[in-house]
């Protein structure tokens, strides 16, 4: 079990409950894309509710926004998997984070206008630092294959961008 990244994604917004111990293996490059897959399909989701629900057009755009680069980079994940011939490997890692994300959609989809605007943007902002926290102290370093290492090279640098925006709109919201 990798507990070490389990306890670093286990850290947001998402899964903010869960309380694990560090450990140093790492993940193998089979696992790192089904967390890196789920990841994404975490926040394609999560943009699409807030498409939804949202009448802000400020957190619609960035909603917006992670549904375009989050399917963008979703996308690439799956023709990269493709090309080298990997299956994604689920993981207790991936299961937390989509369980997690399950109990954060249903708290969102309790609430209404302003309340879930600020709940969805608070929650992209801890997602994405997180998620960039993984990347950067976790599943870079861990990766073996030089193209899967790359993606995810490319995708810290948007995600950290995401970070930015959602920190902006979030500020936009007080």
Do not use: C
């Amino acid at each position: 079990m990798h507990v070490r990244l389990l306890a670093t994604v286990a850290a947001l917004g998402l899964a903010g409950s869960l309380s694990l111990a560090t450990a140093a293996d790492k993940p193998s490059d089979p696992q790192i894309a089904h967390i890196a897959y789920t990841a994404g399909a975490i926040d394609v989701e999560a943009a699409k509710q807030a498409i939804a629900k949202s009448k802000n057009k400020e957190v619609v755009a960035f909603a917006e926004s992670m549904l375009r680069d989050h399917e963008a980079v979703k996308q690439q994940a799956l023709d990269l998997v493709k090309k080298l011939n990997v299956t994604p490997e689920d993981n207790a890692t991936s299961q937390a984070l989509s369980k997690a994300a399950t109990a954060e959609r249903d708290k969102l989809s309790g609430l209404e206008g302003a309340a879930f605007d600020k709940a969805y943007v608070d929650n992209e902002v801890a997602y994405h630092k997180q998620v960039n926290s993984a990347l950067e102290g976790l599943l870079i370093p861990s990766a073996q294959n030089a193209e899967l290492k790359g993606l995810l090279e490319t995708g810290l640098k948007l995600f950290q961008g995401h970070q930015q925006h959602a920190e902006h709109v979030a500020a936009a919201l007080k």
